[in-house]
């Protein structure tokens, strides 16, 4: 498929669905809930290889809830990863490959259900594949401090992310979904290799934000986005596992930085400790307070919204009756 025929399929998604589309929320999240231990260093990604039943069950559970976009398990799946726990290169290529599978079959099975089910209120939902960042691969919580220390240069970032990023592509997800960038070094990296790569599937670069104003890094969104504005490459920007409460003021700020679409998904506003690897209760969001908000956040601009950890399917069948009784 070419890149603008792609780029298209993102476009008529969001048309198709009033405007705004809605994304599935925590995937690790939900993985938790049904019984899975990922206090691991690869995460949610230590479900691809002990239990890739339940990630197939998450995904179908994000569509029941209306996701019109699935984001696969492959957030903290790295080939470093992988090799540091004894698979090999192979091996780690297949599991990479299998995050993609696994939400293709969800949503085909999904779809082979109910889009010949007339008045049905689902959209044949898009697969973006998850890429996270560096530090996600750190698993020391620096994608929420862009903090990766001196040693780490443009050419270590595009290195880690080149091999995982050609795995995916030759994997045949309809979107890239490039999720908790911390900094700008990283999204430059990101950038330049997509455009490197001659990359044809659409995709988005979201970052994570700590204080609600800029990247965690420090650095500011306009010099972020001033490097994802220059290329034709990336179709939408945005926020993830950042606090509910900065969406609203980040959006309007994303507004005047850029005309490329807005993508949010926040997370409940629950607090990562990298260290402790928990999550600490701060002011989160319930459902109702996710219902109430994303009108608010597409009629500001947002053209995708979904959540991130914390979130869970009924936060994603909130915001999407919401959004379809509102617009
Ligand atoms: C999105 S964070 C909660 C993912 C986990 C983190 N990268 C870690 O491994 O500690
Ligand atoms: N797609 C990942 C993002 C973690 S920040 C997940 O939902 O688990
Ligand atoms: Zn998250």
Redesign the pocket.
């Known amino acids: 498929m070419g890149f603008e025929k792609g780029a298209s399929l993102l476009e008529d998604l969001i048309e198709k669905a009033g405007g705004c589309a809605v994304m599935?929320?925590?995937?690790?999240?939900?993985?938790e809930s049904h019984g899975a231990s990922i206090n691991d260093p690869l995460?949610?990604a230590l479900c691809l290889i002990k239990d890739p039943h339940l990630i197939k069950q998450v995904h179908l559970e994000y569509l029941e809830a209306g996701a019109d976009i699935l984001?696969?398990?492959s957030?903290?799946a790295t080939i470093p990863g992988f090799l540091s726990r004894g698979l090999s290169l192979e091996e780690g290529e297949s599991l990479l490959k299998k995050s993609v599978k696994l939400a293709v079959e969800a949503r085909d099975k999904f779809w082979d259900r109910v889009g010949c089910v007339p008045g049905n209120s689902y959209n044949r939902a898009l697969v973006a594949a998850?890429i996270?960042s560096y530090g996600?691969y750190l698993a020391d919580g620096s994608?929420y401090s862009g903090c990766y220390g001196p040693g780490v240069n443009l050419d270590k970032l595009k290195d880690f992310h080149r091999r995982r990023l050609q795995v995916i592509v030759e994997a045949g997800p309809d979107l890239l979904?490039f999720?908790?960038i911390p900094n700008k070094l990283e999204a430059q990296a990101c950038v330049e290799l997509l455009e490197e790569e001659n990359i044809q599937i659409p995709s988005w670069i979201c970052f994570?934000s700590v204080d609600g104003e800029n990247a965690p890094s420090g650095e500011s969104f306009k010099e972020c986005f001033e490097i994802l504005n220059k290329s034709k490459k990336v179709n939408a920007v945005g926020i993830?596992?950042a606090s509910p409460h900065f969406i609203e003021s980040l959006v309007c700020k994303f507004k005047e930085l850029t005309t490329k679409a807005i993508v949010v998904?926040p997370?409940s506003g629950a607090i990562w400790d990298g260290r402790a690897k928990k999550w600490l209760p701060s002011m989160c969001f319930g459902d109702e307070e996710f219902e109430l908000c994303a009108p608010r956040w597409r009629n500001q601009g947002a053209k995708v919204i979904g959540?991130?950890?914390r979130t869970t399917p009924s936060t994603i069948r909130a915001i999407s009756k919401a959004l379809k009784e509102t617009s």
């Open positions: 599935d929320g925590g995937f690790a999240t939900q993985l995460w949610s984001v696969t398990s957030y903290q998850s996270g996600a994608e979904a999720e908790t994570s993830n596992c998904y997370n959540g991130c950890c």
